[in-house]
């Protein structure tokens, strides 16, 4: 009931059916008023016609019924008809003696009225005739009645039409409201689909090209709203790059004075302890590179910057490089097979770089000693695909829509990381105009990232 358009049809309906009612009324009043015209009209012609017959026989009043008189009353609702002729005072010359008196004017107006006779209505007209005779008047008083079946008939044939049309012209209404409104209202249905859409964060302006004048300024309102929410977000993004930005510095400077205190120290508990200082300061230059590399790449996202073309197999070979090291250590067999000499792309090198690093680190971390971590590229249609594939023990399918979310760490419980790797990794392939999925291997061993990156030519 609350919905807009049934309120506006109803708005519109609930009048027009009022209205076509009074009309409606007032037809069956029009209809009603015509057929007891034709009926009067009828009644007092074969009142006349019997008056007329009235004459003298020798010295008596005689009333002699025309048979035209009755057979005007023939009709398929085969009506009752009564009638009396009376000469005055009280001598009834023809007809049906019972049939109520009325008294009609003496100038000759007829008389019309309504009566009850043997259980049926009937209507009844009267009329007063003079007749002379040497000098002597007579009045003669002829009454004709007449049962209502032709009546109500000719009211029904005159009166059905019209309502019928009326009907026609509700529906017809009815109809081309509903066209109406679902046309006018079509305008808010797109923009509601539009802002259901739309992702949690998406606050770009909302279209208000095709709206109606009148809701144009609600949808500015929501756009000016969106603003605003956009300058507070990016001052609270702002500040959590700001932030990693200022504690780089001191961690770096830390970091140092650490490496050379422990050169200084002799005691070997005092090296411990500061060995244990230094992990925790690389951990914390870790975060702030996390927080910082994920800054970035939801900063870049929305924004047009000019992008630049990124050689995938030479990214990917260095990411290798970096990773050995961890991988060597482990006995992890690290490779990259590609089905094509040159997988380039148009996009932004750091968040490329951001995003395959993260997923080769993972692997790597995640998969036990003596695994295989390898990255396929290659490409199909206007897409570049990097596939991450590793021997470890995958993710959960009831986690996989978690780990994607920041400080998310999944199953594992080390202290080796944030739980921001893949959040990163989800940022920088939205920034890219890419998407990232995870599957598990065919074989049930380990995990497979899979990216696909436009290859931004066209
Ligand atoms: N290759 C992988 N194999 C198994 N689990 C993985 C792999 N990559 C990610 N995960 C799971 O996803 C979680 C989130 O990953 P990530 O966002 O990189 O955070 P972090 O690595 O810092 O824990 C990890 O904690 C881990 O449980
Ligand atoms: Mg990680």
């Not at 007032?26 to 034709?38: G, M, V």
């Not at 009506?79 to 009834?92: K, N, S, T």
């Not at 049939?99 to 100038?107: F, I, S, Y």
């Amino acid at each position: 009931m609350n919905q807009l358009r049934v309120r506006l049809l109803l708005w519109v309906l609930v009048p027009m059916t009022v209205v076509l009612a009074l009309m409606a009324g007032l037809s069956l009043a029009n209809a009603r008023s015509t057929a007891l015209l034709i009926q009067d009209r009828r009644l007092l012609a074969s009142a006349e016609m019997m008056a007329g017959q009235v004459s003298w026989q020798e010295d008596r009043l005689s009333a002699e019924i025309p048979p035209a008189a009755l057979q005007m009353f023939a009709s398929r609702e085969r009506d009752r008809v009564y009638f009396q002729i009376r000469a005055h005072p009280g001598e009834l010359l023809a007809g049906w003696p019972d049939l109520p008196d009325r008294v009609a004017p003496d100038n000759g107006v007829p008389l019309y009225s309504d009566i009850q006779y043997r259980g049926n209505n009937l209507r009844m007209v009267t009329l007063i005739r003079r007749v002379y005779r040497d000098g002597r008047t007579i009045t003669v008083s002829v009454s004709v009645a007449e049962s209502r079946n032709a009546f109500y008939h000719l009211i029904d044939t005159l009166w059905r039409p019209i309502l019928l049309q009326e009907s026609v012209l509700l529906a017809l209404a009815l109809a081309l409201m509903i066209v109406g409104l679902t046309l006018e209202l079509r305008p808010l249905l797109l923009l509601r689909r539009d802002l259901q859409a739309r992702e949690a964060d998406d606050l770009m302006p909302l279209e208000t090209v095709q709206l109606q004048r009148e809701l144009q300024p609600i949808v500015e309102t929501i756009n000016q709203y969106a603003t605003r929410l956009t300058a507070q977000v990016n001052i609270q993004k702002r500040f959590v790059a700001d932030a990693a930005h200022q504690l780089r510095t001191p961690v770096a400077l830390m970091s140092t004075q650490l490496d050379y205190a422990a050169h200084l120290a002799v005691d070997s508990e005092l090296k411990e302890a500061l060995r244990a200082v230094r992990a925790c300061a690389r951990r914390l230059k870790d975060l702030i590179n996390q927080l910082l590399s994920l800054s970035h790449a939801e900063a870049a996202r929305g924004t047009n910057l000019p992008r630049q073309n990124v050689n995938l197999l030479e990214v990917t070979q260095q990411i290798l490089v970096d990773l050995s090291v961890l991988a060597d250590d482990k006995g992890i067999d690290l490779g990259l097979s590609s089905t094509s000499t040159d997988v380039s792309v148009m996009s932004y090198p750091t968040l490329v770089h951001a995003l395959l690093f993260n997923l080769v680190d993972n692997a790597v971390r995640y998969t036990p000693r003596g695994g295989n971590v390898t990255v396929h590229a290659g490409l199909a249609g206007t897409s570049a695909i990097l596939q991450v594939d590793d021997t470890g023990p995958g993710i959960p399918d009831a986690l996989k829509p978690h780990v994607f979310e920041r400080f998310s760490r999944g199953n594992v419980s080390d202290n080796n990381g944030f739980g921001l790797g893949l959040a990163i990794v989800s940022e920088a392939a939205r920034a890219c105009g890419g998407v990232v999925e995870l599957s598990s291997r065919p074989d049930g061993v380990g995990l497979s990232a899979v990216v696909r990156l436009p290859t931004g030519e066209t």
